[in-house]
T-cell receptor, first 109, second 116 residues
Framework: AQRVTQPEKLLSVFKGAPVELKCNYSYSGSPELFWYVQYSRQRLQLLLRHISRESIKGFTADLNKGETSFHLKKPFAQEEDSAMYYCALSGRNFNKFYFGSGTKLNVKP | DVKVTQSSRYLVKRTGEKVFLECVQDMDHENMFWYRQDPGLGLRLIYFSYDVKMKEKGDIPEGYSVSREKKERFSLILESASTNQTSMYLC???????????????FGSGTRLTVV
């Protein structure tokens, strides 16, 4: 069965420090992985997707099929990065996404 | 440029009431979804729809039903509201097929439902 695990409910870092939000998944086929972000009082929005291999707002994520992980990284955190981050998975044959429980990132000044 | 609109931002209902949550999208998306968002549990899929008049159960459909009479509108119905249905409800839409991987979901701003 498909499952997305985000082990950290809360991650606090200081401004300028590196940040890594962990995401592990289980899926029997070849999934597509995504990160969504929800800033305070805003709607949930797509941050980045594995299929595009992009860097958005300084964030990158590498799919490690051996470790079944898709960790989100940024070398220098900014206060405006404070938000709720959700890792999500979708199978190639389906249009629905499975979400992790979310990690709240708090970047301290 | 709001693209997925949920009719109510906050809603308070009494136990046993029938509750309707409305969602409208203007992007001509094939797929529409209802999730509930709870702290520590993330987003859990209630129901989704791939086409007009088509619906499929998600992971937690008990106590809910849905209606999709028009492509742009997807309604979530709580037949008899209970206190454990107090939650934030998120509607989302997406293009069909491989485009959903390219563009992901577009979410509404959510409806915070409190059942007393």
């Amino acid at each position: 069965a498909q499952r997305v695990t985000q082990p950290e409910k809360l991650l606090s870092v200081f401004k300028g420090a590196p940040v890594e939000l962990k995401c592990n998944y289980s899926y029997s086929g070849s999934p597509e992985l995504f990160w969504y972000v929800q800033y305070s009082r805003q709607r949930l929005q797509l941050l980045l997707r594995h299929i595009s291999r992009e860097s958005i707002k300084g964030f990158t994520a590498d799919l490690n099929k051996g470790e079944t992980s898709f960790h989100l990284k940024k070398p220098f955190a900014q206060e405006e990065d404070s938000a709720m981050y959700y890792c999500a998975l979708s199978g190639r044959n389906f249009n629905k996404f499975y979400f992790g429980s979310g990690t709240k990132l708090n970047v301290k000044p | 440029d709001v693209k997925v609109t949920q009719s109510s931002r906050y809603l308070v209902k009494r136990t046993g009431e029938k509750v309707f949550l409305e969602c409208v999208q203007d992007m001509d998306h094939e797929n529409m979804f209802w999730y509930r968002q709870d702290p520590g549990l993330g987003l859990r899929l209630i129901y989704f729809s791939y086409d007009v008049k088509m619906k499929e159960k998600g992971d937690i459909p008990e106590g809910y039903s849905v209606s999709r009479e028009k492509k742009e509108r997807f309604s979530l119905i709580l037949e008899s509201a209970s206190t454990n249905q107090t939650s934030m409800y998120l509607c989302a839409s997406s293009l069909g097929g491989a485009d959903s991987f390219t563009y992901g979901y577009t979410f509404g701003s959510g409806t915070r439902l409190t059942v007393v």
